[in-house]
Structures are given as C-alpha cells and as structure tokens.
C-alpha cells in the first residue's frame, strides 16, 4: 500500500477543492475536484477514500439537478456559479468519473458509488442531447471517450454505440480533408491525444480501440511534423492556442510528444518524425477545404515559419514564426493580431476563471498564402462598431531581445518610430531576420499610421487602419446604402537565416528589390452582386507567390506559385503524405490500397515505413518497400508497420495472414 496522495498546492482544505486564486476572488472548478476524486480513489488509502467522499460531495453539488433546466445534467464550471455557462463541463468532469468508477469504483461507500453513477447517467443524457458537432474536435472525442466508456461501464448498449458511431463519424470528416477540422493546435490537441489514449486503454470494443489508436497515430504524425528542431517549439499556424504556448512561457512541446511516446499514447515510430530533419522542408496540410482552411509550415534550421490560409477563431495565430535565441531561455516568437481600441494583453476578463486573460484575441478576418519562407497576409478588421483605433500588429515577443531593427536603409535606435510608405521592415533578433513589406491598406480616417513602438516588453510593427476619435462606421455595414468593400491591411512577410546577410539592412534591400504587384479593382456601391479583387504577387529569385480575394464578400479567389495554384493537399511533405488517390510513392517505398484516405510515413534512415488505412470497409492494401513488400488480402481502417523486415498489422475487419516477400 502505498501512502496518501500528495495534495496540490492549490488544494484549498475548507473547500475541499483545488483553487483559483484570483484578483476577483477565490474560485474552484468543478472539473479540477473531478479529477482529484480520481487520483484519491486510484490511490486507494484509507485517508485518500475518506478525502475523495468529501471532494465529490462537492463535486456532484456542482450538478444542475432542477427539473425542467435546459442542460439538466451538466455541470457548473465553477462551484460558485449557479447557472451552466460552459457547455462543455459535463465533458470534463465525466471524463475523470467514468473511469473512476470503472476501475475503482468499489472502493467507494455503496450509497456514493449509486449517486456517482446516477450522476453520469445524467451527464451522459446531456452530452447525447448536446450532440455536439464533430468538427469542434476536443469535445468530440471527449463525448466519444465518455459515452464509449459510461455506455459500457452502465451496461447501456445504446449509449456506448452512440459512442462508437461517432468515432467513426469524426474520423470519416477528417477523413476527407487530413487533419481535424480544430487543427494544430498544442492546447487541443493535448486534450484529443489524452482522451484517445485512454479510450485506447479502457475501451471494450476492439473496433474502437483498432480506430482510436489509428486516430492518434495520424495526430502524432502532424504534431511530428510541426515540432521545430532548432527550438523544441510546436510551430504554427494554430487554430487555437493560449498565450502561454504562444509566448513560449511553456515548457517546450517536444517534450510532451516525447512523453506521449514513453507513455505510449503515440507509437514508438513517432520518434523517427522528430529524428527526420532535412536542412529545411515545408509540410502543407487541409482541415477543410470547402472553408479555406489549410496550413504551411516551413521549418529552416533557425526558424519555422507558418501561415494559414484563413482563420479559425479569435484564437488562432495564422501567421508565425518561432526562432531560436541562443543563450536565451526562450526562443524569439512573431505572432500577428487584428485589433481594435488598441486592446492588449490583461485589457478584458475570461469568462471561465474570472482573472484578466492572458489571450489576445484577433479581431480581424484574414486570408494568406505561404511558399518556403515567404507569405503574404491579408487582414481586414471584423464588426468595427464604435472604435477609436482598429490595426492590423505584428508582434515580437520581448523587444530587449531585437538587437537590430531597420526601416529601409534607416536604423531605428528609438520608438516609436514611424514607418514611411513603401518602406521595408526588418527585424533582427537570435539567428533570425524578419523582413515586413506593408501593403494595401484603407486609412477609414485621417493620416492613419504605421509605427513601430513597444507595448508591455513586446515590439510591436502597428498598421492602422484607424486612429482617431471613437466613432462608428456606416460606409463597412452590409447589408447597407453605402457598402463598398472590406477596409484592407495587408503585409508580405519573410524570413530568413541570420547568417544569410551582412545585417538588416542588406536583408531589407534584397526584400525590397523583389518585384510586388499590389492591385485593387475601383470601389462601387455593392447591391449584393459583383466582386471587387484585391491581388497581391510577390516574385524574386525564380519564385513566385500570390493571392487574391473579393473584398465585397471578403472570399478567397485563388492562391498561386509560379508551378501554379496552390490545392488542398491532405498532408505534403518530404518524409510523409496523405491522399485519397490509392497510391503513395514516397521515400523508395509505394503503398497501393483503396481509394480512400491513406497515408505514408517514410524513414529509410531508420529502416522503418508506416502505412495506415482509413477506408470505412476492407480493402486490398500493398505495401512495397526497398528490402522487400507486404501483402494485405483485405483491411479497413489501421495501420502497417515495416520495421527492418519486422511487420506488424493492426486493423478493423482484416481478412488473411500478411504476406511479407523479402
């Protein structure tokens, strides 16, 4: 027997719950005390059993049990509210009940384990009404996980087939496009994989389990991906991302794959993902091409630069790039926001944990377009309302840290300073040079600025579209008398080596000297039909990047290269892609199998090839490699993996024995 459970800090004994110390107050959210009653329980002395009865009094307190209240069921996010506000509390807390009570649930009084279980009967009620949709993909899985789980340990077949039906469903939609509709993301993402892994550990039906482990090797092998070697950083673009992550103010994310391969969330082969390193590669992939949603990343020794072709929320970084600081202990990070009234970080309040938030939420729509280390980005602000200032910002974290900062061929020694019209901006900071040319942009006043300033220890390159008194704008309002387009904010951004120039300077010219076409069609007043283009192309050196967009419906149009338009690649990239062709030759190896998502992961190095299949029914699968082939009869969704002439096959519905020539 081991002792009792060491308690968090944060552990308030009055309470008998883990505490959100606040400026507002002192706050406990019913999840935290959830999975602390989990931790006690699965410790099991009789100190922590006597601990647990207590904390989950508190914790089912936090259930809303009136009759007739829209989310019976659910929980309170706090054990001060009195009203569900967070929808997804009832995820969170079943989350760590069911397994509780699955596995160790007969270490609990008779009468508690009877309210624990009617308690996520209820919750379960609620998560079948919510239903909530697949694409919002953390919560996805945590329905998933809990109505797989609850479902089997209530021995209610309906409720646990909900659960398995709808793994199929949310792999069938990422199916279509390649990553999950809430992409990269180091903050979702981790919640995804933990849901998955313990699905994969507790789960009954095999099926799931064969699906579930499939799911988190196609997560595994994006994250991989987008991990930077030159700074341990989850590089973007993110769909959604806290501050923290997006300052680096956490540790480093390749430690956390790195744990979910020692803890086996992720297969082993992971590993080979974060070995395999080319000087520099790029990796494109799509979450959903019907809503322009895709992603770039290209990682070069000393940065990694990502773009999204649109944005996901007010979360989102779609343009990013992280870089290494030596003898710093944190990389460099540039991150952009649309902003109005010139908000910044601690200027509004989180609804959830009642401090001032760390978030700096994008207020703008954005479009963008990616090749290499060059991108262009496309900012229009979103409901203005009444503002006194609303700017597109491009922001470096820690301006003590930017040793060289030029405006053309103009050092800047001081801020502010203003930025001329036509200038280029270079930043020079760690190993890294950051080049910004601004573009079109709609002054909505009177001599709206840009400048350069530092704002809370950040240097900020600031592009105004307004800034002047508090007013309101009739002339952005559709439907309206007046409409005639989105205001525009637009930059081309670059990055490159430190080592690759002299210093700033000479980087600014040779940005500067690229050939840049910036073309706006004439305005008209907008009667619902007609579009008015906004076309940026930027060539120089044999390479050609471009996009344009409809500023009276604010849509995408087109996306190109001098190879030509960019498409919607499942996963592109030198050691791994997707596609839904039935064939994938990559890496000296070609994978033959059904024309449904399936996907290669390459590592000659290693002596090591992955091949997953994804088709909802069973289908003849090859898999040749240099040393030799595999011959599948007929599989549906798994993977294979060729390790050194070692096969192994896990799948739903395999038909025969694997056929290894050598």
């Known amino acids: ?347 509004f309040y989180h609804a959830t944990d009642r401090t001032k938030s760390r978030n700096l939420v994008d207020e703008g729509s954005f479009y963008g377009a990616q090749q ?40 800047v020694e001081t801020l502010p300073a203003n930025v001329p019209p036509g200038e280029t901006v270079v930043a020079g900071s760690g190993d890294a040079l950051v080049a910004v040319r601004p573009l079109a942009r709609t002054d909505l006043g009177r001599h709206a600025p840009i400048r350069l300033a530092e704002i809370q220890g950040d240097l900020a390159l600031e592009l105004y579209n307004y800034l002047g008194p508090q007013k309101s704008f009739w002339e952005l309002n559709w439907p309206g008398a007046f409409y005639k387009g989105r205001p525009q904010c637009g930059v081309y951004v670059e990055a490159a080596e430190r080592s690759a120039y002299p210093d700033g300077r000479a980087f600014a010219r040779a940005v500067a000297s690229g050939a840049l076409k910036d073309i706006t069609a004439p305005p008209f007043t907008y009667q619902g039909e007609g579009e008015r283009l906004w076309t940026v192309e930027y060539a120089r050196d044999g390479q050609t990047l471009g996009i344009a967009v409809d500023l009276m419906a604010w849509a995408l149009k087109r996306r190109w290269t001098r190879a030509g338009d960019l498409g919607w690649p499942m996963l592109q990239s030198p050691v791994a892609q997707e596609t839904r062709s039935g064939h994938i030759a990559l890496g000296g190896a070609t994978l033959t199998c059904g024309p449904e998502a399936a996907w290669l992961f390459a590592s000659p190095a290693t002596g090591r090839w992955v091949a997953a299949y994804h088709g909802l029914q069973p289908a003849p699968l090859t898999l040749t490699v240099p040393d030799g082939s595999v011959e599948i009869a007929a599989m549906g969704t798994g993977t294979l993996v060729w390790d050194n002439g070692r096969v192994s096959v896990e799948a739903v519905g395999l038909q025969g024995e694997p056929v290894i020539n050598k």
């Open 372 to 411: 290499g280390p060059r991108a262009i980005g496309l900012y229009t602000p979103g409901n203005l309302g009444s503002v006194f200032s609303a700017k597109a910002a491009l922001i470096w974290t820690r301006r003590d840290l930017v040793d060289e900062i030029w405006v053309g061929d103009r050092r």
């Open 1 to 347: 027997m081991t002792g009792p459970l060491p308690l968090p800090e944060d552990f308030d004994p009055q309470a008998c719950m883990p505490a959100n110390v606040t400026e507002n107050g002192v706050f406990h959210e019913s999840r935290k005390g959830a999975a602390l009653a989990a931790r006690l329980v699965a410790n099991g002395t009789q100190q922590d059993l006597a601990l647990a009865e207590r904390v989950l009094e508190v914790v089912l307190g936090c259930q809303e049990r009136r009759a007739g209240d829209p989310h019976h069921g659910n929980f309170f996010w706090m054990v001060e509210d009195d009203v569900v506000q967070d929808l997804n509390a009832v995820e969170f807390n079943l989350e760590h009940l069911i397994p509780m009570m699955g596995q160790h649930g007969d270490r609990l009084p008779p009468d508690l384990q009877a309210r624990v279980l009617e308690a996520i009967r209820l919750g379960l009620d609620e998560i079948r009404r919510l239903d909530v949709l697949v694409a919002y993909s953390n919560i996805t899985v945590l329905d998933i996980l809990n109505s797989c789980l609850g479902g089997e340990l209530l021995q209610d077949a309906e409720i646990a087939g909900r659960g398995y039906r709808k793994l199929v469903t949310w792999m069938a939609l990422t199916d279509v496009h390649g990553i999950p509709y809430e992409y990269n993301s180091p903050t979702y993402t981790a919640v995804t994989v933990r849901a998955l892994k313990r699905l994969v550990d507790l789960v009954q039906d095999e099926d799931t389990r064969i699906r579930a482990r499939t799911a988190l090797a196609r997560l595994g092998l994006s994250a991989g991906l987008h991990i930077h070697a030159g700074t341990g950083r989850w590089a973007g673009p993110h769909s959604r991302a806290y501050q923290p992550s997006v300052a680096c103010e956490t540790a480093p994310e390749v430690e956390m794959l790195q744990r979910w391969i020692a803890e086996g969330a992720l297969p082993a082969w992971i590993a080979d993902v974060l070995a395999q390193r080319a000087a520099a590669f790029e990796v494109v992939e799509t979450a959903f091409a019907e809503r322009d949603l895709a992603i770039t990343t290209y990682h070069s020794p000393s940065f990694a630069l990502g773009v999204s072709t649109k944005e996901f929320s007010g979360q989102s970084n779609v343009l990013m790039i992280h870089y290494a600081r030596p003898g710093v202990e944190r990389p460099g990070v540039v991150y952009t926001r649309y902003l109005t009234d010139d908000k910044w970080l601690g200027d």
